[in-house]
């Protein structure tokens, strides 16, 4: 039984499709055959429907979040790009971007407020800020500031450990991007980039074609729905399969925000610390507990000697918090089951 935030649990329906990919030679079929041409359509098309993307909105498979941080800084930043961050997601993108963008601003801000958006007029280029920050358990619930504050922008969202999960506002932003071992509960090895077509507007103004992940390569063979490399098929084919199996993402957020609601009652009723202490900022997906090495330690002691996998603290909060996924994936008798045993 694992909680991990990443890689995660997937879903357990993904042990059929798997085997159902390989019963129908799809795991050997060629990239720009029709039979992929039409796995794509179908995963792109169950995406928007499920997770309520804006039909105007265009849907890419890339390899990682990572990945997607790259072409961001390579495709859609002009000179500068603005980073808020309150954790080591966040931080990282900036550190990638600040080896290919001519200038980059740091805006890093406390886990316990929201940013402050206060002091800077006029900006016009890329504006990047996580969703979800997996290191510490935050979210920003409402993205809508941002777009007030920076309307000729365009607004990058990391919504890795978020998307899938929740329900986003996705017109509040021009890029968002998600790789798919967490919230979406696939195996590891690919990410979903999902593009304005302001986002568009602005790489073809830019027009940079030096990459091989330039975003308009990307965006001309998606056009065709193919990629432009070989991409993981196996993954497209169990997001067509997932998507057509899953609820819509209305309903999947409500319930996630309801076993955010049990997990953070009960861990108040147990005495037992959140790293966040604002309500208003803490992850519905992620559940950051926060104590003494030697608590940290016990409780972890305590999950693996029950074969329960519970994730370790991250960045500056290694040894002294804990993290719990609350992805959808994760069943409900198996919270229950941890509950039972923190308790
Ligand atoms: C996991 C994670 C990433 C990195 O994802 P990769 O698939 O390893 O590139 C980026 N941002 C956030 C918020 C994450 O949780």
């Not at 195996?187 to 330039?214: L, V």
Request: glycine share 6%; with cysteine; net charge negative.
């Amino acid at each position: 039984m694992t909680f991990y935030p990443g890689p995660s649990k997937v879903y357990p329906q993904v042990a059929q499709f798997m085997q159902d990919a390989f019963a129908e030679g799809m795991l050997s079929i060629n990239h720009r055959s029709s039979e992929c041409m039409e796995i794509t359509c179908g995963a792109i098309d169950g995406l928007h429907q499920k997770l309520n993307i804006p039909s105007d909105y265009h849907v890419y498979f890339v390899s990682s979040a990572t990945e997607v941080w790259e072409i961001i800084a390579q495709s859609l930043t002009r000179q500068k790009s603005l980073h808020y961050y309150n954790g080591a997601f966040g931080e990282k993108w900036a550190d990638y971007a600040e080896k290919l963008v001519s200038i980059i601003e740091r805006i890093p801000f406390d886990i316990n407020k929201l940013p402050d958006l206060q002091n800077i007029t006029n900006f016009n280029d890329v504006v990047c800020i996580t969703q979800n920050e997996t290191s510490n358990g935050t979210q920003i619930k409402d993205l809508k500031p941002l777009r007030k504050t920076f309307p000729e922008a365009i607004i990058a969202i990391d919504a890795t450990s978020s998307l899938g999960g929740i329900a986003l506002d996705f017109k509040d932003g021009d890029v968002w991007f998600a790789s798919v071992q967490k919230c979406l509960g696939l195996p590891a090895g690919m990410a979903i980039m999902i593009c304005s077509p302001k986002a568009i507007e602005r790489a073809e103004q830019i027009n940079d074609r030096k990459f091989y992940n330039s975003l308009l390569f990307i965006h001309e063979n998606f056009q065709k729905f193919q990629t432009h490399y070989t991409p993981n098929v196996l993954c497209i084919y169990l997001i067509n399969r997932i998507m057509l199996n899953i609820s819509h993402i209305s309903i999947i957020s409500e319930n996630t925000k309801q076993r955010a609601k049990k997990w953070y009652d009960f861990l108040e009723h147990k005495g037992m610390k959140c790293l966040v202490q604002n309500p208003e900022i803490r992850s519905d997906t992620v559940i950051t507990i926060q104590g003494t090495e030697e608590e940290i330690n016990e409780i972890k002691a305590l999950t693996k000697s029950h074969g329960i996998t519970v994730g370790n603290g991250y960045g500056s909060w290694k040894n002294t918090t804990l993290r719990i996924a609350n992805f959808p994936a994760i069943e409900n008798i198996e919270i229950e089951a941890l509950i039972k045993l923190l308790r």
